[in-house]
């Protein structure tokens, strides 16, 4: 991407995020800044329990912040009410599960076409839209295949498609191949690394695996709340 | 973005989701459902009694009628008319004449001794004394088997619901009547009124058998129009020679009933009611059970954009599909297992056995399957509201 450096599409701006457990309160994330310009195919590294979740789901508009501002293409999220976030999200956002999140009773291409639900297509434009996706995922084959039927690589094939379909300005992969073995994960890896670089699609991923985020155009490493560039030894 | 129809299109596609998943769930489910059929077959059978009794009564009195007892009587056990009342009300004006001769039929009204069927145990059962009017002032009468009532003769004939009910009520038996046996020579219907309940005779060989003289207890009176009525009751009432009460027939039955139908539905209320109390609780436990299995998946559709208020309407719309099921279950057990039943009671006014057939109506049934919705959205609202309060992120990470 010419403009990858000017246009910042992710701006995490001093944030702060506090857990009450009862009585205690659990600081993850403090003052952290991050900004992921356009284009970017970034890797979230971290020691387990470390806020890399929270932090996706933050950008992801799933939480808000105790503290600080999150802005996604210069929109700041803590102005939206709960119902024009989930808006938001539909519009913006596509997530990839760990563990797929796929819903076990509709088959591959319904499970694909769940997204569309929330826009104005019609059936034929849902269905044009869920074939490509399907298409460009190499899973043609299986879409009236449910769930259960797939392999795990399968699965987070459709959670892919799922998360394309709509075309949105960022995807947000938690631990996509944290779930599988290592040639099933290469295969979501290389997937990942296309839609990047064919389509210019926003990535972050966040991950364990170095084999992981060695695809990624750059790395970040969450330790005690605060963002480095350098794994902490 | 989020109109209403996409609003409604999120709506039912996570109840979709709900409803495919229940064979994964179906215990739960099954015990929900057969829990609001069960209330709704008790509420709508034990309604159905009362509705079967207050039809019986119904059907009973016509506007055309007028029931003329003395003055101050509630009930024909308690009345008496002498000859002479009864043809000063004859000639009343507004009765209405065949050939000539007054539709104005005098009862005489005895309660003897019957051992039921069912039980064996003596019940009270009603006997009528009947002259020729009293075939005319009647809807519907019709001998089923047997024989008409030839008059002067010491023998009875029988309503078809009394004859279902008691001992020796068949063509052939014999009804004790004081210190005599008295032959039964038919069977009557009469459109499903009181009057099958009962045993007629000539009324002449009653007053005989019973010492009554030249005495009858109620006239029962054909107007020319229901219109004609409170001309009728005035002229009665007006008249210094007679000392009667006037009402019409209809009303008459109508508050014979209203005592038992009141006890019944009570009752059949406290019942469902108690039963609809538990049934909430089985759909309490099945929606927070179908929420909490189906956590992750409500978390993901929540994530990808489906809004908390459609998260709700749809869990509240599963809810409702599972109540209606009980609902219709229940109806349908009930109108299989109540619906014309037939069974007989104490007509506490006339202090004698009414017999009748439950009644499930449209009435009822709807009734049952309005409470079978009740339950639904009060047991599917709790866990609805928890369902869509959940955080997105807690949800997620909980495997
Ligand atoms: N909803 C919540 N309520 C309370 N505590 C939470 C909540 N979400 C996260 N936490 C806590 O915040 C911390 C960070 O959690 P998070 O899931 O972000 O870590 P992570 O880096 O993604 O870990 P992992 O690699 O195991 O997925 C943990 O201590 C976790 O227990
Ligand atoms: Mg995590």
């Known amino acids: ?233 | 973005m989020a109109g209403p129809i996409n609003w409604l299109s999120q709506v039912i596609s996570i109840t979709k989701f709900g409803l495919l998943g229940i064979p994964g769930r179906i215990g739960s489910v099954a015990a929900a459902v057969c829990g609001i059929a069960g209330v709704v077959t008790v509420l709508v059978g034990v309604l159905s009694i009362g509705a079967g009794f207050r039809r019986a009564l119904e059907v009973s009195g016509s506007p055309d009628n007028a029931v003329v007892l003395r003055s101050g009587a509630d009930s024909e056990m308690v009345s008496g008319l002498s000859r002479e009342d009864v043809n000063l009300i004859s000639e009343a004006p507004g009765v209405r004449r065949d050939n000539g001769s007054p539709l104005a039929s005098p009862e005489l009204f005895v309660i003897i001794n019957l051992p039921t069927r069912a039980t064996g145990m003596d019940a009270n059962v009603p006997m009528r004394g009947v002259e020729k009017a009293a075939f005319q002032v009647r809807d519907h009468f019709k001998i089923e088997s047997g024989r008409a009532l030839e008059w002067g003769k010491n023998e009875v004939i029988v309503g078809a619901g009394a004859s279902g009910q008691f001992a020796g009520l068949h063509v052939g038996g014999k009804v004790p009547v004081g210190r005599f046996e008295w032959p039964v020579v038919g069977i009557f219907s009469a459109g499903g009124s009181t009057a099958e309940s009962e045993i007629w005779t000539d009324a002449r060989v009653l007053q005989a058998a019973y010492d009554r003289g030249d005495s009858y207890q109620s006239v029962q009176a054909r107007l020319e129009s229901p219109a004609k009525f409170q001309a009728f009751k005035d002229e009665l009432t007006t008249n210094p020679r007679l000392n009667v009460k006037v009402v019409r027939q209809n009303d008459y039955y109508a508050e014979q009933s209203t005592a038992v139908t009141k006890l019944i539905n009570t009752l059949g209320f406290l019942v469902a009611l108690l039963m609809a109390f538990g049934a909430v609780f089985g759909a309490l436990n099945t929606m927070y059970t179908s929420v909490s299995v189906r956590k992750r998946e409500i978390a993901t559709l929540r994530a990808l954009g489906f809004g908390a208020s459609a998260v709700i309407a749809s869990v509240m719309l599963e809810s409702l599909a599972l109540a209606l099921g009980g609902g219709l279950l229940g109806g349908g057990l009930a109108y299989g297992a109540f619906n014309g039943f037939h069974t007989s009671t104490m007509n506490w006014q006339s202090f004698s056995q009414v017999t009748f057939a439950f009644q499930v109506t449209p009435e009822l049934l709807t009734q049952g399957i309005v409470w079978a919705a009740l339950i639904g959205l009060l047991g599917g609202l709790f866990p609805a509201l928890r369902a869509s309060r959940v955080s997105i992120s807690a949800a997620l990470r909980d495997l």
């Open chain 1, 1 to 233: 991407m010419s403009n990858a450096n000017s246009e910042i599409l992710v701006d995490v701006d001093g944030v702060e995020m506090v857990f009450r457990r009862g009585a205690e309160e659990i600081h993850v994330l403090k003052d952290l800044h991050l900004k992921v310009p356009k284009g970017e195919f970034l890797a979230l590294m971290g020691p387990s329990g470390s806020g890399k979740s929270t932090l996706l789901n933050l950008i992801g508009g799933l939480d808000r912040p105790t503290r600080g501002k999150v802005r996604i293409g210069g929109e700041p999220l803590e102005g939206l009410s709960d119902r024009r976030l989930a808006d938001w999200r539909a519009r913006h956002i596509g997530f990839v599960f760990q563990l797929y999140n796929l819903v076990p009773v509709l088959s591959a291409e319904r499970n694909v076409e769940l997204p569309l639900l929330l826009t104005h297509l019609t059936k034929a434009q849902r269905q044009k839209h869920v074939a490509a996706a399907l298409n460009m995922v190499g899973l043609s084959q299986r879409a009236r295949h449910f769930p259960r039927t797939l392999s795990g690589g399968e699965q987070q094939r459709v959670g892919i498609a799922r998360a394309i379909v709509t075309d949105p300005t960022l995807l947000l992969c938690d631990e996509p191949t944290g779930d599988l073995d290592r040639k099933a994960g290469d295969e979501i890896l290389d997937l990942l690394q296309a839609l990047n670089r064919e389509q210019g699609k926003t990535i972050i991923m966040v991950t364990h695996d170095p084999h992981a985020s060695a695809r990624a155009s750059r790395t970040v490493y969450l330790n005690k709340g605060q963002l480095a560039s350098e794994p902490l030894q």
